[in-house]
């Protein structure tokens, strides 16, 4: 995370000190932040760590200060990246990838990468009899792999997830030690970068396996991924922040945005073998 921040912030340079960030919501499944240079960026909500619903100081501390969040610098919000409360975690991340944004509103794209706009699952090259680990229960790709008859373990902390369809498939998330070292291709999705996992995940895997990072969490940044021997980035790109926000507000989902007012896009950081 301290890479990706590193990362963002020195491209930027000087404008980083003027961005300020003009409107925020903690939506029940996303986080959206929009920055005063129009620049929007998401992050998942961590559901299962908000607090419970009673007015005491514990839950206050654990989530970001309502009605001091509008007008912060950018920069001071990211402060929160290195912080315990998964929550104010999110916000961060959301803020850090709407800078990530500015960048592709500046710069373009990153240099030296396949660029797709498809799902990040199609940019990953799977053998018949590829062994998957899949970190979290995604249900798509889930019952694609599933379709496919691809030999795949979901390493997941709570079993209530999956459905009974896909329990021969689940292994308890400490487990990861036994089951990525053996997998072909590596999944897991950005929620690993709020609950920092993600680290020590990608230090499993063996040499030449492919790895994807996916969802709206992924910073969509190349080079601290590429260090740890990620392959593909499937992230998204924020195209009208306000009404994404509006949605947010309403207690909106992926499905009502994906497509309409964010893009997904998926890099490629290496040559498919």
């Excluded at 909500?45 to 501390?61: D, G, L, Q, R, W």
């Excluded at 990246?81 to 944004?101: C, K, S, V």
């Excluded at 089951?179 to 499993?204: E, M, Y």
């Excluded at 009404?243 to 997904?264: I, P």
């Amino acid at each position: 995370m301290s890479e990706l921040h590193a990362a963002v912030c020195d491209r930027l340079g000087d404008q980083v000190e003027t961005l300020l960030i003009e409107r925020a919501v903690m939506g029940i499944f996303f986080t959206g932040v929009k920055l005063n240079n129009g620049a929007g960026g998401l992050c998942a909500t961590p559901i299962k760590s908000v607090p419970e619903a009673v007015c005491c100081p514990s839950s206050a501390m654990a989530m970001p200060t309502p009605g001091k969040i509008a007008g912060r610098r950018a920069v001071d919000v990211l402060e929160d990246l290195y912080r315990t409360q998964d929550l104010r975690r999110a916000l961060a991340i959301a803020t850090l990838n709407a800078l990530a944004e500015t960048l592709w509103l500046r710069d373009g794209p990153p240099a030296h990468v396949e660029l797709h706009t498809s799902d990040a699952f199609d940019a990953l090259p799977l053998a018949p009899g590829d062994q998957v680990a899949l970190v979290g229960a995604f249900p798509p790709y889930m019952r694609e792999l599933r379709k496919r008859g691809q030999p795949f373990h979901v390493l997941e902390l709570d079993l209530s997830t999956l459905k009974p369809e896909e329990l021969p498939f689940y292994m308890p998330a400490e487990s990861a030690p036994e089951v990525i070292p053996k997998a072909d291709v590596f999944i897991t999705t950005g929620t690993t970068l709020i609950n920092g996992s993600l680290d020590g995940l990608l230090k499993l895997l063996r040499p030449g396996a492919e790895a994807a990072i996916i969802g709206p969490t992924a910073t969509l940044v190349t080079e601290p991924y590429a260090l740890r021997g990620v392959t593909v980035v499937g992230g998204t790109r924020v195209l009208n922040p306000d009404v994404l926000l509006d949605l947010l507000a309403e207690g909106g989902s992926g499905y009502h945005f994906f497509g309409k007012t964010v893009e997904r896009v998926t890099l490629r950081l290496r040559p498919r073998a």
